[in-house]
């Protein structure tokens, strides 16, 4: 039975996927970020329950990988769909396909890459996902700050689309947040991003996410020669 968990935990991210999808075409995209929050939840839980049970499989990883493109990847397309759908900018809402072709290529292309165990080539899906999931949180709960409406813009909404879904591509290295042990020595940099983090989303709640989620990429960036 024990086997089984992580399986149950992967088809749980994916229902919270489904569901999700539901609620961007009824405009409720509150509802859709909170889900995709918990289908996150559910994402992290299935990969540290196979490694805690010892039950990794081929099965496992191609599942995780069919509920990561609907929650990660349809679902954050959707949302971007809907948003310049109600935009000035209404034409070009088809670029937000863009999210869910190249979630689709970042995946299958981790599936096949045995070399991404210490580090990511190329942004995750679910990074991506969160980034973009979090501006109708912004657009709802902070309409009055900077960052809402230099996200509600379509202009900005298609260029973030455009470069975000290439970063996904990428041959960019980016640091994974596994940790192999609790020495500060050998986690630095997750130890400090956490921590950035967590001051950050204290501080600026919604709008820290992208934020985030671009501080990611950079200190990846800036940090490479460190990463272990």
């Known amino acids: 039975m024990l086997k089984h968990i992580p399986n149950l935990l992967t088809i749980s ?27 996150a939840l559910f994402d992290f839980m299935d990969g540290a329950a196979a490694r805690i049970l010892n039950v990794s499989s081929p099965m496992g990883k191609e599942l995780d990988s069919l509920a990561d493109l609907v929650s990660f990847g349809v679902v954050p397309g959707s949302v971007v769909f809907h948003l310049l759908e109600s935009s000035s900018l209404s034409a070009y809402s088809f670029v937000a396909l ?14 096949v890459d045995e070399s991404q165990s210490t580090h990511f080539i190329g942004l995750p899906t679910p990074a991506n996902c969160l980034f973009f999931v979090s501006f ?26 455009v470069l975000m879904s290439l970063a996904m591509i990428s041959k960019i290295t980016l640091f994974s947040l596994k940790f192999k042990s609790l020495k500060f020595v050998d986690n630095k940099l997750r130890f400090v991003f956490i921590a ?10 919604f709008s820290a ?16 020669p460190s990463l272990n």
Request: charged residues 10%; proline residues 4%.
């Open 209 to 224: 996410i992208p934020m985030i989620v671009l501080l990611y990429v950079l200190a990846s960036m800036v940090f490479k």
């Open 136 to 161: 109708p949180l912004i657009l709802t709960f902070q309409k009055e700050t900077g960052i809402a409406h230099l996200m509600g813009s379509p202009e900005v909404i298609i260029l973030f689309t």
């Open 13 to 39: 991210n994916l229902i919270c996927g489904c569901i999700a999808l539901y609620f961007t075409f009824h405009e409720q995209m509150v509802v859709t970020a909170y889900l995709i929050g918990l289908a």
């Open 98 to 111: 863009l999210i869910p072709a190249l979630s689709a290529y970042r995946l299958a292309k981790f599936n």
């Open 196 to 205: 950035t983090s967590v001051v950050l989303l204290a501080v600026l709640q």
